[in-house]
């Protein structure tokens, strides 16, 4: 691996874990209580390399498929990787996404509950869970209705016997994402959800003034992709 590459990935981690911290304290809480999650979807291998030299263990895929064909083999090397699923799932790929996944954060629609309920008893593991809230209810992002969150949370402890950890949003590019932040939150808190996933490369330290526990960072760790 090229040491270039190796020393420009290693500080820009560092840079966003000291900007995460410089956040945290500034908002009165502790960085240990923010995890950074490292999106890696469409990533090169040898950026995926370079990043798992520095130590990170937490990576976020949009596609069932290209998670499967990056990390199958790299959990043998790497007991300690922790996957998450970030973009949306087709409820027939469900099965294929317990099966590798710690955590799935796009849970959002009764179907696909079902779907996971399944194959968590064919396969007898569960992953953790996310809700994906679409808080700016734009047609093209997947997600539920902030009005129709609660009643959705119910009924996925209720029919399907989850306990989601959190919520998870992705807000409109040109609103402040400050606004549906706080607007998670209060979702979360009224239904006793202690976890919030928000924040990408453009907004990570906003999250973290607004309460994200974990925050999903692409292009200011890797560089733009090719």
């Known amino acids: 691996m090229d040491d270039e590459l190796r020393k420009t990935i290693a500080a820009a981690r560092a840079d966003v874990l000291a900007r995460i911290a410089a956040a945290a304290k500034g908002a009165g809480r502790d960085p240990a209580s923010i995890a950074l999650t490292a999106v890696s979807k469409f990533q090169p291998e040898e950026r995926i390399e370079a990043m798992l030299g520095t130590g990170q263990r937490m990576f976020g895929e949009n596609r069932v498929q290209e998670a499967q064909d990056r990390w199958t083999a790299r959990r043998a090397t790497f007991g300690d990787l922790e996957l998450h699923l970030i973009g949306p799932l087709q409820t027939n790929k469900a099965k294929d996404a317990i099966a590798l996944f710690d955590v799935i954060e796009t849970l959002d629609r009764p179907k696909l509950a079902g779907a996971i309920a399944d194959a968590v008893s064919k396969l007898g ?46 807000p409109p590019e040109a609103e402040p994402a400050g606004l549906h932040f706080a607007l998670l939150g209060k979702i979360a808190s009224r239904n006793g959800l202690s976890k919030l996933s928000i924040g990408m490369s453009a907004d990570y330290e906003t999250a973290v003034m607004f309460g994200a526990t974990s925050v999903r960072v692409g292009s200011a760790l890797f560089g733009a992709r090719g």
């Open 125 to 170: 593991r569960k992953p953790r869970l996310y809700v994906q809230v679409n808080t700016g209810e734009e047609d093209q992002k997947a997600g539920v209705a902030p009005q129709d969150a609660d009643a959705f949370i119910a009924s996925v402890r209720r029919d399907y016997g989850f306990e989601p950890e959190g919520l998870m949003c992705i």
